[in-house]
């Protein structure tokens, strides 16, 4: 079964042996995707859509700071991408979502 979990571990696996990511940078996509894997109950991976993304999204709006959250996006875009790259998934449902957004200007 194509749970969130069992895909996510296989993805941080991928990042450690084929992209060489640093320590610190696995254990922040893992902080991140299992917030996103927790957030939608660990669901199939194929009835996830736009709209769960989106309301993900305004969860960590509502709970984190804008840098954060560029963050953890980046951390869940890179994971959809790596899905769409091993056929996991036929369609990008993070390519239909705009993830640009304002982040507040600060003064010296």
Do not use: W
């Not at 709209?51 to 959250?69: R, S, W």
């Not at 996006?73 to 091993?86: G, I, M, P, T, V």
């Amino acid at each position: 079964m194509n749970t969130l979990i069992t895909i996510t571990e296989k993805y941080l696996e991928y990042c450690k042996s084929q992209k060489r990511l640093d320590y610190k940078t696995i254990k922040a996509y893992r902080i991140d995707l299992k917030q996103f894997t927790s957030f939608c109950n660990n669901t199939d991976i194929h009835t996830l859509s736009a709209a769960d993304i989106e309301n993900f999204i305004g969860y960590l709006h509502q709970n984190f700071k804008p840098k954060t959250v560029k963050r953890k996006l980046a951390s869940l875009k890179a994971f959809f991408h790596y899905l769409e790259y091993k056929s996991i998934i036929e369609i990008n449902s993070f390519n239909r979502i705009k993830t640009k957004f304002r982040e507040p200007l600060l003064l010296p």
